[in-house]
Nanobody, 122 residues
């Protein structure tokens, strides 16, 4: 099955930008729906964005117009471009993949997860 490794997290100022990357191995992402999720301590994991293999995207209302999910099938990589960052975007960001679901609002349905990358906005 697919393995996922995130990178690109770090600290950013309010209004700044970060670009997260998720490199997949063990399988091609073209078989999966890919998603980004985030979590802060003591809160449930929430969906941020998802992209189907055909390129159809879904976003949480809180990030629409600010974040963009994209994929490089040949490079087996998914990206999350985050602009106009806000303090409430702070959290651990996880990349996920699933063969069946692409419903970003139900994290528990996703089966394959990376280890996460921390984003801090202040």
């Amino acid at each position: 099955h697919v393995q996922l490794v995130e990178s690109g997290g770090g600290s950013a100022q309010v209004g700044g930008s970060l670009r997260l990357s998720c490199v997949a191995s063990g399988d091609t992402i073209s078989r999966y729906c890919m998603g980004w999720f985030r979590q802060i301590p003591d809160k449930e994991r929430e969906g941020v964005a998802a992209i189907e293999s055909e390129g159809v995207t879904t976003y949480a209302d809180s990030v629409k117009g600010r974040f963009t999910i994209s994929q490089d099938i040949a490079g087996n990589t998914v990206y999350l471009q985050m602009n106009s960052l806000k303090p409430e975007d702070t959290g651990m960001y996880y990349c996920a993949a699933d063969l069946q679901t692409c419903w970003v609002f139900l994290p528990h349905l996703w089966n394959y997860w990376g280890q996460g990358t921390q984003v801090t906005v202040s």
